[in-house]
């Protein structure tokens, strides 16, 4: 080797070994780390792996084509030593400088790693006074949710800015996750476009939890979790629901009986229920509805109907389903309007129908429909211990009954959604909680909440004797539906 030749590698590793330290922060903790950098002239490099391990990116060396490849979720980034080209996400682009190496890793000048490396919810910054590298996840502790296909499904992956406690519920075709006190930007974790089985995904940002949401295109298999604790990253594997074939036969065997529908209008008597403008009442709203449905459903072959009141009287809730169970009734509906309370803005902004089964609430909005439908027990002359039993009665009546009474639910709001177009559906329009005038029934129970009777719009509608007979017939083809299915038999 010539001696120009030695002189002039000796000045490389001088430059490239001058302290030039940098730190990167995070702002969860505000702690500094030191990142691997050297300083080639006036230019400032860091380690493009440190950086990686720093801010949850996986990344593997390929030492055949000397190419480092970074991955995040669905974000891909492919770097390669003394080469300006990079590929980001499978487009190939160029970096004003090449990658260069050094101790074992890639380097890339500082500068350049916000644009690289900052992405949906998160931002990183290079604070050239301080020399750190300031990374700012999201003020939402769900920051994404994306789909990507696979053989056997789909992968579902939800990024999180931190660890936070959820669970799910699956009543088809909604698969939804609830972030206990998370929040969400609903504007930004949304996705329209339809990946294998999964046809959408939404998020609701309710007052003590957030909700993540996935619209199906076929009945599904449990689904199976994975946690990436480095990555903050919950991975759901969703796959269809694989059908066993039966034998085929000449007739199809359907076990036509009779089938008994107790139908409860809510409220009653010195219970008013919600009240609207004008002084309109819950109680006589719902007794209307209730009245037109059971004058339908007595026209229909195979159904007995019983009404759990037809006047204007008080019921306790107890003696609702009391009188559905000596029914020996195949399904029991409750029939009432929702409220909200605050200010007029909240008033007007709150609107739609929505229906829901017996199990504990996932989020606050659902907790305060039943906390309102429940405060009749005040009314009572020996109002019961409701909170001590209700979770023995949900264990007991609410788990026997659940597929079906998430079922009617879901018939429900097809119905209403094909047939009223006039009211929105709130939220995904189907929804669980502890109402405790569905606890104690031994059959398939919903509660129908059939508008905001504090919304001025939802109340002119409910008011109307032409729109609440619409809204019996939708509840009625629902029921008849279900009769259909409930004959064939549930698998």
């Known amino acids: 080797m010539s001696r120009v030749k030695i002189v002039f590698i000796i000045m490389l590793f001088f430059v490239l070994s001058v302290d030039s330290q940098v730190f990167l922060k995070k702002d969860s903790s505000g702690k500094k780390v030191s990142v691997l950098s050297v300083q080639m002239e006036s230019v400032t490099f860091v380690s493009i792996t440190d950086i990686c391990e720093n801010i949850g990116y996986r990344w593997s060396w390929d030492r055949n084509i000397q190419q480092l490849t970074c991955k995040k979720n669905k974000r891909k980034l492919d770097f390669f030593q003394d080469n300006s080209f990079f590929i980001l996400d499978s487009k190939v682009k160029q970096l004003p400088v090449a990658a260069i190496r050094h101790g074992g890793t890639l380097l890339l000048p500082v500068n350049l790693i916000p644009e690289l490396f900052s992405e949906q919810g998160s931002e990183l910054k290079w604070n050239a006074g301080t020399r750190t590298i300031e990374y700012n996840k999201s003020k939402h502790s769900i920051i994404s949710a994306s789909c990507e296909k696979k053989k056997n499904g789909v992968l579902l992956t939800i990024e999180l800015a931190d660890s936070i406690p959820f669970d799910y519920t699956y009543f088809y075709p909604n698969l939804i996750f ?55 990253t919950l991975m759901i594997s969703i796959k269809p629901l694989s059908i066993k074939k039966k034998p085929v036969t000449s007739q199809k065997t359907i076990n036509k009986r009779n089938m008994v529908i107790v139908i409860d209008p809510g409220h009653g008597g010195k219970d008013p229920g919600a009240i609207g403008a004008n002084g309109i009442k819950e109680k006589d709203i719902v007794l209307n509805i209730s009245a037109h449905l059971a004058d339908l459903l007595k026209k229909k072959d195979d159904i007995t109907v019983y009404l759990t009141r037809d006047t204007d009287v008080f019921i306790p809730l107890r003696d609702r389903t009391k009188f559905a169970n000596e029914k020996k009734a195949d399904l029991f509906v409750s029939i009432h309007a929702n409220a909200i309370s605050g200010s007029k803005t909240r008033k007007e902004s709150t609107r739609g129908y929505k229906f829901y089964f017996l199990s504990q609430a996932k989020n606050e909005e659902d907790k305060l429909a039943a906390m309102r439908e429940n405060a009749v027990i005040e009314l009572e002359e020996q109002p019961q211990n409701y909170s001590h039993l209700q979770n023995v009665l ?85 029921i008849v539906n279900f009769k259909k299915e409930y004959e064939i038999g549930y698998e």
């Open 394 to 478: 949900i264990d007991l009546a609410g788990n026997e009954y659940l597929k079906e009474s998430q079922d009617v639910c879901i018939l429900l709001d097809q119905k209403f959604n094909a047939s009223l177009k006039s009211i929105p559906k709130l939220h995904l329009g189907v929804g669980q909680a502890n109402f405790w005038v569905l606890n104690g029934a031994f059959m398939p129970s919903v509660l129908v909440e059939t508008g905001f009777i504090t919304n001025s719009s939802d109340l002119k509608l409910l008011a109307d004797k032409k729109y609440q007979k619409k809204v019996a017939s939708a509840i009625c083809d629902a």
């Open 178 to 232: 609830n972030f206990v006190k998370g929040t969400v930007d609903t504007q930004t974790v949304k996705d329209n476009n339809r990946v294998g089985i999964v046809k959408s995904i939404s998020s609701i940002q309710y007052k003590n939890s957030a909700q993540v949401s996935v619209m199906l295109a076929n009945h599904i298999e449990e689904p199976v979790f994975d946690y990436v604790q480095d990555t903050r």
